[in-house]
């Protein structure tokens, strides 16, 4: 699997999260889906985040150091 594969599987399950999320806020507003939210939604969402701009500079890393190779030959 490619790397923009994994970029965009991860993006879209983070929209998802979010959208479904969003829509079952309105519904469900306690100290438990804050709780949730604080300890859960939030914390994925960030880690998903810092996920996708690794996955971006280890693709640049990547390409960088093909170059250099295929330079090298």
């Known amino acids: 699997m490619s790397d923009g594969t994994n970029k965009s ?3 879209d399950t983070l929209r998802v999260l ?3 999320w969003a829509a079952l806020r309105p ?9 949730i939210d604080r300890e ?4 994925a ?3 998903v985040r810092v996920a996708i701009l690794a996955i ?7 390409a ?3 170059r250099d190779c295929d330079a090298g030959d």
């Open 56 to 62: 971006e500079q280890l693709a640049e890393a990547i």
């Open 40 to 43: 859960a939604v939030q914390p």
């Open 27 to 35: 519904e469900w507003r306690d100290a438990a889906s804050d709780s």
């Open 45 to 47: 969402s960030d880690a």
């Open 18 to 20: 979010n959208e479904q």
């Open 9 to 11: 599987k991860i993006k």
């Open 64 to 66: 960088r150091a093909r």
